[in-house]
């Protein structure tokens, strides 16, 4: 047994959460497990991951799916990238793998969305390859217990992460220890404040001997969120709406919200849709509101603006390439968290 493995299988043993995705073999469900989780909590995950399973049960079901109904299921988990990578990769195993994950590293590397760490865990929880599945959890554990001063996140350390870690699984099943490290991670090892008197690996850690746990790991300073500021337009007309379909780049790419436009500043900005009505004195302007919407590279300050009045006072030319919905209708569309939460307001 290495200095990790015998403290660690014990401790897992005992204190694991019993999850879905733990209890199969079954490299579709652990993918979609997996994907999940990148930017979300197991608490938050588990209704999306069983949702996502009931409408999408097998590869080929995913495959043939419209994208629409896709990002509907994957709304409010946010990063829709992450989706479309999904029914890419689920065509391609249809398409070139006969409908099966590969089984080795190296090609499901080559599946878009499955990076070294996706790839590591479907090897190892599916088919038992022997390689450190390295996830936020894992290098903050690693760096801790190893003493490790670089950043992490690089690929440097992430290469240095999995050597270490692959000598010290050599005598142990790879799913099991790869498990029993994020575990660790989340429940333990965590970011601030860990629970160094419950972790069976403090004999051991260079973190906890040297009083080092809120020092490791070291991370990159990440750049300020770019400020965006944006006018959405809401017309309630006899119980209809317009909404658009956004362009296949940038944020948010095919997701359904209102029209709207960049604006120019961070203050409220005199009416800048009165061109959209043919006749004031028959429109009803609402108070506007105003949002403000955390992305990981961007900070959105939207204003909501919403009119009532009759679509023939509606300046035709307007409403080229937007859609006509009853406004009931707009929760079939998918649609990003801020639009939803546009539609918590409004209804």
Known sequence: MTRMECRLLVWYEKNARKLPWRETLNPYH???SEIILQQTRVAQGLP??????TNFPTIKSLAE???DAVLKVWQGLGYYSRARNMMKTAQI?????????????????????????????????AFNIKMPAVDGNVRRV?????GLDDPIGTQKSDQLIESL???EMRDCPPALFNQAMIELGALVCKPT???????????????????????????????????????????????????????DNGIWKGLYEFPNTISNGNKLQPNPFHEWFANSAETIMHEP??????LTHQTIFATLWQFSCKEANIVEEKLKNKIKISVSEIYQFPVHKLMYRFLTEVN
């Open 30 to 32: 652990i993918w979609v």
């Open 48 to 53: 999306f991951y069983y949702n996502f399973i």
């Open 65 to 67: 799916a419209p994208e």
């Open 93 to 125: 195993i249809m398409r070139k793998h006969q409908g099966r994950f590969p089984s080795n590293i190296a090609e499901l590397r080559l599946l878009p969305g499955i990076g070294n760490y996706t790839a590591a865990a479907i090897g190892s929880f």
């Open 142 to 146: 690693a760096a801790r217990f190893f």
């Open 165 to 167: 870690l692959l000598d």
């Open 193 to 247: 404040s860990p629970s160094c008197a419950e972790c069976p690996l403090k004999e051991n850690c260079i973190a906890f001997s040297e009083n080092l746990q809120e020092m490791l790991p070291v991370k990159i300073a990440k750049k300020a969120p770019k400020p965006i500021y944006m006018d959405y337009l809401f017309i309630e007309s006899e119980n209809h709406t317009w909404i658009e379909k956004r362009p």
């Open 289 to 294: 509101r105003t949002f403000k919407h955390q």
